[in-house]
């Protein structure tokens, strides 16, 4: 396990070794996690965790039970009385999937996707080798507390939005908020599920016809430096050590957005296996066998993967939030999470209306990652909840973690049994981050299926990690190329009891 903080700009990162001294027992020990246990110690801790989780049903359905016994119903008198705002969630995705548990006891909540399933999409790169996987990182979406519409949103407006269902058929969906969680699109296909995958079987499908594919290649190009494509070319060839893996990015290294520590273990693990990185190469023009980059080199392969960004899925909100729309075509927000026009002021008649996840136009800095689409709708919620009482809207992100910037939390597998795991500054690479991934991805599923450990873990971990990004592990200042964006955001993060106790709290 190697652990590094993030160096200044141009120092590269020493590679910490072991002494030589160190204990066989130690040495064996960790041979022996890196080589084959990680499966074992994540089956054990997944085990205790769904134990955990029993247990906890049965106390809620038991206190659930004594409750409606000795009140008589299962609503409160003034639930009877009266009627509860309407409010839509667009997305079954991170983002939407957190509003819909915040709201729906106390609104009436209507989750809107065009499909009726919960994908857990940074685990989904293992599927193009084990499309079996897809059973461990996909559920139903939630249907108890709220009530969920399966069709593909096709136009919104201050009132209502319209969607069309899988039959075909038209339909408009009055609301009285509205919470846009669109997400956003991927080249590589199946990274992003579609329209044309409504349910799982149809899902499986694709994933299975993808890893099939994969399975008769002898080369494979990537085209991108990011963590998607990091993560694709490593679960490649884990799976198929013989096939000839070359990733090419513009970028001078691999996950430039993330802390240099992140590129220089992900680059050092691929070359080992024999990848071939080609750095500051453009690509010009993309097709299903090669790569054309700037300046008319040709680069072919079996399989060509596109993994150079992920455009948000914004062509529902091109008609009346047009001019909402950045350069991006992200939906541009008030620090309220509010629709804004070009110069930031809030967009008239879109009060009601706010964004989060993908397809929003967040601050500079900020990574476009599932925890970073949570806190969206933590700010989110709440602000519709201060909207409705009239009561004044808090501001991203200090609304959310207490201070001017988020948390940075991110992992990049490589393969099932190593990765990097990065929360801030501080990076911890080898198998304690594939067993972080898994525990990760099993808890999410959970959570997003409104399973009360899944709910619990992640309560208690984004108030931990709101907590250690204003004390001990600050989020690092904006890199020298993100756009300054006022003195706030570059401020150390102050160390504030309030905000201490109520993120405890």
């Not at 559920?139 to 136009?155: D, Q, S, T, W, Y």
């Not at 080992?272 to 453009?282: D, F, I, T």
Request: glycine share 8%; net charge neutral; with cysteine.
């Amino acid at each position: 396990i190697r652990i590094a903080s993030q160096m200044p700009p141009g120092r590269r990162a020493e590679k910490p070794s072991l002494p030589e001294t160190a204990p066989p027992s130690f040495m064996s020990t960790f041979s022996i996690l890196r080589k084959g246990s990680v499966d074992a110690t994540c089956g054990l801790i997944i085990t205790l965790l769904s134990v955990v989780d029993v247990a906890l049903l049965l106390v809620l359905s038991l206190s659930q039970t004594v409750a409606s016994l000795f009140k008589g119903v299962t609503r409160s008198s003034s639930d009877l009385l009266l009627s509860r705002p309407s409010v839509v969630v667009v997305g079954g995705s991170f983002s939407g999937l957190w509003a819909q548990r915040a709201l729906s006891d106390s609104y009436d909540v209507t989750l809107v996707d065009f499909k009726d399933y919960f994908e857990y999409t940074p685990g989904v790169l293992r599927l193009f080798v084990q499309p079996s996987w897809l059973s461990r990182l996909s559920g139903p979406l939630p249907r108890r507390r709220n009530k969920l519409v399966v069709g593909e949103v096709v136009a919104v407006h201050p009132t209502e939005i319209a969607l069309r269902t899988a039959d075909g058929e038209e339909a408009q969906i009055p609301f009285d908020y509205l919470l846009l969680g669109c997400g956003s699109s991927y080249a590589a296909a199946p990274v992003k599920a579609s329209p044309r995958e409504p349910d799982l079987p149809s899902r499986r499908r694709s994933w299975e016809e993808a890893a099939a594919r994969l399975a008769r290649a002898s080369s494979v190009l990537i085209a991108g430096g990011g963590p998607v494509a990091v993560e694709l070319a490593a679960e490649v060839l884990d799976a198929y050590p013989s096939v000839s893996v070359t990733l090419v990015t513009s970028g001078t290294s691999l996950c430039s957005g993330l802390p240099a520590a992140v590129g220089e273990a992900t680059a050092r693990w691929l070359e080992l296996r024999g990848a071939a990185l080609h750095y500051s190469s453009r690509v010009e023009s993309v097709r299903p066998d090669s790569v054309t980059l700037v300046g008319g080199q040709v680069l072919s392969a079996d399989i060509v993967y596109p993994c150079m960004g992920a455009p948000p899925a914004s062509a529902p909100l091109e008609g009346s939030l047009a001019s909402q729309l950045d350069e991006r075509r992200r939906l541009r927000l008030t620090p309220q999470l509010q629709p804004a026009e070009q110069n930031g002021s809030p967009a008239s008649g879109w009060s009601r209306v706010f964004g989060m996840g993908d397809v929003a136009s967040l601050p500079a800095g900020e990574l476009q990652l599932g925890h970073t689409a949570e806190l969206n709708a933590h700010v989110a919620a709440e602000n519709m909840r201060r909207s409705a009482a009239g009561r004044p809207l808090e501001e991203y992100p200090r609304g959310a973690v207490g201070c001017e910037r988020s948390p940075r939390v991110f992992c990049v597998s490589l393969g099932p049994h190593d990765g990097v795991v990065a929360f801030n500054g501080l990076v911890l690479s080898g198998a304690v981050a594939a067993v972080t991934k898994r525990i990760l991805e099993w808890t999410k599923v959970a959570a997003c299926a409104e399973r009360p450990v899944g709910v619990a873990f992640w309560k208690f971990g984004d108030a931990a990690s709101a907590w250690l990004s204003m004390t001990v592990l600050p989020p690092p200042p904006p890199a020298p190329h993100e756009p300054k964006v006022g003195p706030a955001l570059r401020r150390r993060p102050k160390h504030n009891v309030g905000d201490v106790l109520k993120w405890l709290e």
